[in-house]
């Protein structure tokens, strides 16, 4: 972090802070909605350089992200609705997260992965719907 900002500990930065975690709630939810519609696929897959998909279909070379609102700037319920002393301080790391986002996502489809990124929003509001964007994506290129 190179700005001179400095971060005012509070409780709900406190774990909100920590890194990205792996097999958070809506990532496993949708690969069990995806497994239910017969695909396989193996998680945590490094696609490029730099930069590895929550899962991916090996066989249609798929990479699905699944993006949580909050970290990686969802415009219904990204930073820009975060309040508190930090408010700043996190739009600035969210917009560092949504251009790697943007990096990755090139990066991958440049290595012949076709990219799938999905809210965890999408997969609370309808899982189905969201497992259903990863299988458009398979007859896409299938
Ligand atoms: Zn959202």
Redesign the pocket.
Known sequence: MSSDRQWISTREGAHLRARRVRDTQPEVTLRSAVHRCGLRFRVHRTVASRTTADFVLPRYRIAVFVDG?FWHG?P???ARHFRGPNAALWKEKIATNVARDERNTMAAGAAGWTVVRI???EIRANVDAAAHRVLDAVSRVA
């Open positions: 609102c969802c219904d319920h990204g809210w965890e929003c």
